[in-house]
């Protein structure tokens, strides 16, 4: 079975951090560039990352960018989103996402294998 789950989501005060985790199954994870969204109640999902196959090049948003950290561990079929310094507008549904190959956008619709989602949210 194809699929992504995120864990490590949860409560944080402001200036506090999290890590994310996206474990892959049922597919060559080593072979598909990696991506971090999110989505606030009432609002669009937002592409705040992506890591390449390699885990060589990465894009961030500039919402997140100097705050958030991507990395992925092909031996372990898992990505991760290390995100520090966060603040209430970090809170949303954060989803990790999987398209095949190399791709250059952290662009909803280029990616086809999603995960649930996991809370994150940041107390004032």
């Known amino acids: 079975q194809v699929q992504v789950v995120e864990s490590g989501g949860g409560l944080v005060q402001a200036g506090g951090s999290l890590t994310l985790s996206c474990t892959a199954s049922g597919f060559n994870f080593g072979g598909y560039t990696m991506a971090w969204f999110r989505q606030a109640p009432g609002k669009q999902r937002e592409g705040i990352s992506r890591i390449s196959v390699t885990g060589r090049t990465t894009k961030y948003a500039t919402s997140v960018r100097g705050r958030f950290t991507i990395s992925r561990d092909n031996t372990k079929n898992t990505a991760y989103l290390q995100m520090n310094n966060l603040v209430p507008d970090d809170t949303a549904m954060y989803f990790c996402?999987?398209?095949?190959?190399?791709?250059?956008?952290?662009?909803?619709?280029?990616?086809?294998?999603w995960g649930q989602g996991t809370q994150v949210t940041v107390s004032s």
């Open positions: 996402a999987a398209t095949l190959g190399w791709h250059s956008t952290i662009s909803e619709r280029d990616y086809n294998i």
